[in-house]
């Protein structure tokens, strides 16, 4: 079969490879219905080292069960499930606690990006999508079914975590996929003000049909003074930050106000940040947020789907075959493209 | 009057000044009951510069009104109040929202450690304990109630930034007197299990006595092992990091449990520190924490203290009078004392 894989800096091809096949009791095969390519798989695109071997690339996926193991007891054959980015077993300590991300038996997904996957821990990890049949389902329904493998619950995950509420002002920094689910996020948490910091006209709009209240283009000191004039002064509430370079951390701890939380959801391209008096302690801000511990959201969000009430898949405005992947990843570096589908059998 | 003002580093002197008077009509004059010397306080006892008209020191007091500014509405003269180390005016956007330390009005109290001080914002400030004489209440009760101004709220706010709850383990960094204090807090808030770290055993002592029910005295990589080997390999579900300096804070998310929650009370002796894939967002650690807004929990305290429900005035170990205040300084930093009360009339 074929499948994604990066073999270094810009260097993305679609490869013939053995099919994929049970390898532990848990496991399970999974035939890829939608894939797509994902902000953060532009981190290696830019610096990964060349590799002989390759990186399989894809996290996010809906597909539809092909085969399973001996022990796995709540998937059949022919299910149509969503596959979040992250593995888990969905019953240890910490995923008990919210935080499946952090599972004992955890691991991060691969192979979405190709026809077929093999899925660990797939009784944790895959959740089924009732009454949905893949092969005549709408694309959009598809679109939006598949951002709850990993952006859209991102995005919510910044807000769950930052504690969006009524009343709130909250500012989200960054205009990609998950900043824009952030926005919707948001304003299902009932914020009353969203400030969407980001540049790109084509994507802002969409963030104001999800609920931005304001578009603030300008970053740095600049973006910071526009917002806390937006704010009298006081600044937001919460901030999602969406990118994970250090400037959206600084422009983060300068738009928040006192007792205010930051949340981060972009994958942290630094290691040391400021978070002394002069940054986060002398204003009794909260630093919050993580990789998205999407499979405890999952369930909640299907129905927000399937009912129409959110409309998540939005973010995909381009859709490639797997011949197209590579033209994807460039698309999206060169922000021709917000988000890339991909349909393995186009 | 005379009052405590340092000069340099090692250098304070109790000396002769003009008494306080109203500057501005919102202003009180406080003749001071009790003051103390402050952990913190050591900070500029290492490192301040000679400075010819030095630093007039002690934010923390209790005291009678002895005059009140024309636009002083709820103190009288005579009351006995609690004057925490934080100037607001209770009454803006910040305050209302719980975090009165970043009042547009604020600023920090100085004078504690002397016969009298001048308090602005006397209004939002000051806090009227009902039916307590200061002249003839027992020096216990009254070493609880000054614990009120700062320290032991202070360690309840690290606890309630940390969202300490029933069923949560909570690990204390730092067996000094903010320590104990969010020792008492976690146990006041719940807690299933408090783990000290700490190395002094006559503190430790108060801190079993307060609730923990754990005491480790390794440190760094050592006292990380251990407090990960009594939580089962899990981790502390909260670490209220009571001292301020950057092995406390590698400390804190070497113990932290993912998805736990950081809380910093201790001055951060640092601004920039690890926050990326590796210390805090791998595992979705929240840091919280900053000056305590010890004004928004004084009025829920005061009755805990005058029912005998807690005693946090058993910090203090050594009490001294004006004279005695450097030799206070000396022994805090020589940790002979753990903390040290300054009766300006004995």
Chains 1, 2 share one sequence.
Request: glycine content about 14%; overall charge negative.
């Amino acid at each position: 079969m074929r499948a994604t894989f990066m073999f270094g800096a810009g260097d993305v091809r679609v490869i013939e490879v053995p099919d994929p096949r049970i390898e532990a009791p848990t496991d399970a095969v999974i035939r890829v219905v939608r894939g797509c390519i994902c902000g953060s798989d532009l981190h290696p695109f830019h610096s990964m080292p060349a590799s002989e071997t390759g990186r399989h690339m894809g996290h996010e996926a809906i597909g539809v069960v092909e085969e399973i193991g001996s022990e796995v007891r709540t998937l059949t054959k022919g299910d149509f499930v969503i596959v979040p980015f992250g593995i888990q077993d969905n019953t240890c300590v910490f995923c008990r606690e919210g935080f499946p991300t952090s599972c004992v038996h955890g691991s991060w997904l691969s192979g979405g990006q190709g026809e077929a996957l093999r899925l660990a821990q797939a009784d944790g990890t895959a959740v089924k999508v009732p009454g949905v049949d893949p092969d005549t389902a709408d694309d959009a329904l598809l679109a939006s079914l598949l951002t709850l493998s990993d952006v859209y619950l991102t995005g919510w995950h910044a807000a769950h975590m930052g504690r969006v509420a009524p009343g709130k002002t909250v500012t989200v920094i960054g205009d990609g996929a998950v900043g824009l689910s952030a926005v919707l996020s948001a304003r299902e948490k009932g914020a009353e003000r969203i400030i969407l910091m980001g540049r790109h006209a084509s994507r802002t709009t969409l963030g104001r049909e999800w609920g931005a209240t304001d578009v603030v283009s300008a970053r740095g000191a600049e973006g910071i003074a526009e917002v806390m004039e937006l704010t009298g002064g006081e600044g937001s509430h919460v901030v999602l930050e969406a990118v994970g370079h250090m400037p959206a951390y600084e422009q983060s701890y300068g738009v928040v106000r006192p007792g205010g939380v930051i949340s981060r959801v972009g994958v942290p391209q630094y290691e040391d940040a400021p978070v002394g008096f002069g940054s986060l302690f002398g204003k009794n801000v909260t630093l919050t947020g993580g990789p998205a511990p999407v499979r405890a959201y999952i369930e909640a969000a299907i129905p927000e789907v399937l009912e129409g009430r959110i409309e998540p898949g939005r973010v995909f405005d381009m859709t490639v075959g797997l011949d197209g992947v590579p033209a994807g990843y460039a698309a999206m570096d060169a922000r021709e493209a917000l988000k890339v589908m991909i349909d393995p059998r186009a």
